[in-house]
């Protein structure tokens, strides 16, 4: 059965540091997308960066990078120079099938990252 | 352009009441999806629309249903509600394409409380 697994129920990290936050996933489609999303308190959900299943570089959006390593259904994400805007809740999603069929999507539990200054 | 927008933003209901939720997807978007966010179970699909059509459904009991207009806004509705329905839902809307990442845009939730 399709699964998201992020094992980090919250994290720390300094101002300007790099962090990552762990995702697992499980399913048994060959083509599927897997997504970040920022969830800070006011509850809008913000996308984040996006690795499809076939795509054979690993997905960079500025700070933002997926470390994705297909053969051990990992797709972590690292934010570098982390900022006090950073805190907030993170999740990593996936959906199955490829780009239009569906948007029905998979989440994880969520890794609340804390900045401190 | 303006994001998604859902309506009301806050309400309180009671036990057996039914609540109509509106979302109002991001101008040319034709995909909304559905999400209830609680503590306990975390982000679960509800249901998507396309196109005024209902392309996939969550496990949700038939208390929760929804639908969508020809301009593409989406309402869901929860008859008798209970107490495990106090949540944030999210609607999320998607331009549906080949290219690009087909993200999904959230909109801010609506957060129900059933007392």
Known sequence: AQKITQTQPGMFVQEKEAVTLDCTYDTSDQSYGLFWYKQPSSGEMIFLIYQGSYDEQNATEGRYSLNFQKARKSANLVISASQLGDSAMYFCAMREGRRGATNKLIFGTGTLLAVQP | ?115
């Open chain 2, 1 to 115: 352009k303006a994001g998604v927008t859902q309506t009301p933003r806050y309400l309180i209901k009671t036990r057996g009441q039914q609540v109509t939720l509106s979302c109002s997807p991001i101008s040319g978007h034709r995909s909304v999806s559905w999400y209830q966010q609680t503590p306990g179970q975390g982000l679960q699909f509800l249901f998507e629309y396309f196109s005024e059509t209902q392309r996939n459904k969550g496990n949700f009991p038939g208390r929760f249903s929804g639908r969508q207009f020809s301009n593409s806004r989406s309402e869901m509705n929860v008859s008798t509600l209970e107490l495990g329905d106090s949540a944030l839902y999210l609607c999320a809307s998607s331009l549906e394409a080949l290219r690009g990442t087909g993200e999904l845009f959230f909109g801010e939730g609506s957060r129900l409380t059933v007392l």
